[in-house]
């Protein structure tokens, strides 16, 4: 233990006389460690953020989506067709062979382009009934949301998510009671929802939320609906329900085969899943990028040792020819290693969550670090000094005095 002890003193000794030399093999660990880290826990944030999204737009929740009939030996994709219809959502929530469900939503969803005076965006419309609140988890910021008598009178009013509010009013605007103009139709502001955060074009916060009458009859001229959302009354009879649904429908449609069904149905676990293994494969390409960059950061600390053994030639040979065993010389050098990567792997992990915290916020992302990540960025470090230690130990320590000793 005394030997060791000396050993890794006069490492330390040994790395703080060429400071230049030992800061640049330790920064080739810093970036790969740090890149290690930073970019795994921003893959982990963004697969939490999708998650997070999904989950907040109901619980035990079933999407119905229509699909265009098989054409030509072609089928139509999910939410291509124009199969469901109000009275189908009617049906489902008065079936009494579908025991398994609290609430249906009948749901029209079209983008179209919105004015409120000299401010306008393109955004989604939702078309609803009064049950969508209940089912999709939606809370008011201010206002109230679409009445069983907003949708019985084709009432003109409209809901606007936050995003919608600051396109069209501007930041922290109160747009109740303003109008806004949606395919010529005039509509007026009767609520504001609370954000749920999001990007692109599924955005809950870039929504405005009209009743489902209005949107069929006034803004888009159509009778079918683009989804049905279904809340079952607990978690565990979500494939109960979907099959009671799913039966019901066929019947309704006069459909006896099932792979000629013209409609689908989704689970919340179902996205969640598809979600989670596309952002799990993203998490997965970028940490082998970083990856990458440890490589060379290994290969770094190698070429250093061996330029380190090269400059103490003479050193070594004395220090044989003085009874050092081989022993001895290669464990030294392989100490100097560790602590390279060591000392690198600690400030790397360090600067790695910095980054990680700052891109959560910069990105509005949750802050995730992996411990996953931080045992990898420390074993990785560790095994690194000793993998990419060993061989200028071994040439070291194989070296012969006397030739040592002539080197100039």
């Not at 737009?57 to 109000?86: D, E």
């Not at 025991?99 to 009948?106: G, P, R």
């Not at 747009?175 to 509509?187: E, K, T, Y």
């Amino acid at each position: 233990m005394k030997d060791l002890v000396e050993t890794f003193l006069e490492s330390m000794t040994t790395l703080t006389l060429n400071k230049m030399r030992t800061g640049l093999a330790i920064l080739g660990i810093v970036i790969g460690i740090g890149s290690v880290i930073a970019l795994i826990s921003l893959g982990q944030a963004s697969q939490q953020a999708v998650t997070n999204q999904i989950q907040s737009l109901g619980a035990n929740l079933l999407t119905i989506q229509p699909s265009a009939q098989s054409s030509g030996g072609v089928r139509g994709a999910a939410g291509g067709g124009t199969t469901l219809t109000l009275d189908d959502a009617k049906a489902i929530a008065s079936a009494p062979q579908i025991t398994t469900i609290d609430a249906v939503s009948a749901e029209l969803t079209r983008r179209a382009q919105v004015v409120a005076g000299r401010n306008n965006t393109n955004t989604q419309i939702a078309g609803v009934d009064a049950t969508y609140q209940q089912i999709r988890k939606i809370d008011m910021a201010s206002g109230n949301f679409i009445s069983s008598t907003n949708d019985a009178t084709i009432g003109r009013v409209a809901v606007l998510g936050p995003t919608v509010v600051s396109n069209l009013f501007g930041d922290n605007a109160n747009p109740i009671g303003q109008f806004i103009r949606v395919n010529g139709q005039s509509l007026r502001v009767i609520g504001v929802t609370v954000s749920k955060g999001g990007t692109g074009f599924n955005n809950q916060d870039d929504i405005i939320y009209v009743p489902l009458s209005t949107a069929q009859k006034l803004l888009f001229g159509v009778d079918y609906l683009s989804s049905i959302a279904v809340e079952a009354k607990t978690s565990d009879v979500m494939t109960q329900a979907e099959d009671q649904i799913g039966y019901f429908l066929l019947a309704r449609h006069k459909i006896s085969d099932p792979t000629q069904a013209d409609f689908s149905i989704f689970s919340q676990s179902d996205i969640l899943n598809t979600a989670s293994q596309i952002t799990g494969t993203f998490t997965t390409l970028l940490g082998g990028i970083a990856a990458i960059s440890l490589l060379v950061g290994g290969i770094g600390i190698m070429n250093i040792m061996l330029v380190t053994v090269t400059e103490r030639t003479r050193e070594i040979g004395l220090r044989k020819a003085l009874g050092a065993k081989k022993q001895t010389i290669i464990r030294q050098f392989l100490i100097e290693a560790i602590i390279l990567t060591f000392t690198g792997g600690i400030i790397g992990m360090i600067i790695g969550i910095g980054i990680s915290y700052v891109l959560s916020l910069v990105m509005s992302l949750p802050f995730t670090v992996s411990s996953s990540a931080i045992v990898l960025a420390i074993g990785v470090s560790g095994a690194i000094g000793i993998v990419f230690g060993w061989y200028p130990a071994q040439k070291a320590a194989g070296l012969q005095p006397i030739e040592a000793l002539r080197y100039e």
